[in-house]
T-cell receptor, first 114, second 109 residues
Framework: DTGVSQDPRHKITKRGQNVTFRCDPISEHNRLYWYRQTLGQGPEFLTYFQNEAQLEKSRLLSDRFSAERPKGSFSTLEIQRTEQGDSAMYLC????????????FGSGTRLTVV | GIQVEQSPPDLILQEGANSTLRCNFSDSVNNLQWFHQNPWGQLINLFYIPSGTKQNGRLSATTVATERYSLLYISSSQTTDSGVYFCAVNTGTASKLTFGTGTRLQVTL
């Protein structure tokens, strides 16, 4: 297994455009998380899935954000009508329930909104 | 929500020096982890340590849950230890983590 993969690594978009990021978790991990990290801050929780069910969403996840995990494997995070304040690193992580020691992050997607 | 504070915020060490990083949290936790974020942004899981002491090579960690703090010790520091160290806690039944403010470490030759 190659760990948690995220694509793309970098994305530059114009304000108002829609963007979509993909995350492929470790294959046997059924929990998948999205976090956002802005410059100089720690990661902040956005949402998480257990299998295909989205079980929790942060209030940070405005209605312009949507996340899916249709078959319980990879996940996508879409941001509609991007704003400059959306510029951040978007991190994906995966784990198994009851095994928090195995919490593994991907390398992230850095979004710049110009 | 739970507050997680780390100290010091910044630390500069010469190679070979030892250091202690601290994480204070404001409520009882189910889980505490330490992560290292390297200069390329990758978060590496160092320790899962809700209580007690663990060691892994030059790194060790101790969590005193009753007093709501955790310490990360780095001995004989190397330039590759540079980056940001985060502690992160979980308070509920889910595994979402609340991250601390981080300690930025720079190890110089």
């Amino acid at each position: 297994d190659t760990g948690v993969s995220q694509d793309p690594r970098h994305k530059i978009t114009k304000r108002g455009q829609n963007v979509t990021f993909r995350c492929d978790p470790i294959s046997e991990h059924n929990r998948l998380y999205w976090y956002r990290q802005t410059l100089g801050q720690g990661p902040e929780f956005l949402t998480y899935f257990q299998n295909e069910a989205q079980l929790e969403k942060s209030r940070l996840l405005s209605d312009r954000f949507s996340a899916e995990r249709p078959k319980g494997s990879f996940s996508t995070l879409e941001i509609q009508r991007t704003e400059q304040g959306d510029s951040a690193m978007y991190l994906c992580a995966s784990s198994l329930p009851g095994k928090p020691a195995g919490y593994t992050f991907g390398s992230g997607t850095r979004l710049t909104v110009v | 929500g739970i507050q997680v504070e780390q100290s010091p915020p910044d630390l500069i060490l010469q190679e070979g020096a030892n250091s202690t990083l601290r994480c204070n949290f404001s409520d009882s936790v189910n889980n505490l982890q330490w992560f290292h974020q390297n200069p390329w942004g990758q978060l590496i899981n160092l320790f899962y340590i809700p209580s007690g002491t663990k060691q892994n090579g030059r790194l060790s960690a101790t969590t005193v849950a009753t007093e709501r703090y955790s310490l990360l010790y780095i001995s004989s520091s190397q330039t590759t230890d540079s980056g940001v160290y985060f502690c992160a806690v979980n308070t509920g039944t889910a595994s979402k983590l609340t991250f601390g403010t981080g300690t930025r470490l720079q190890v110089t030759l």
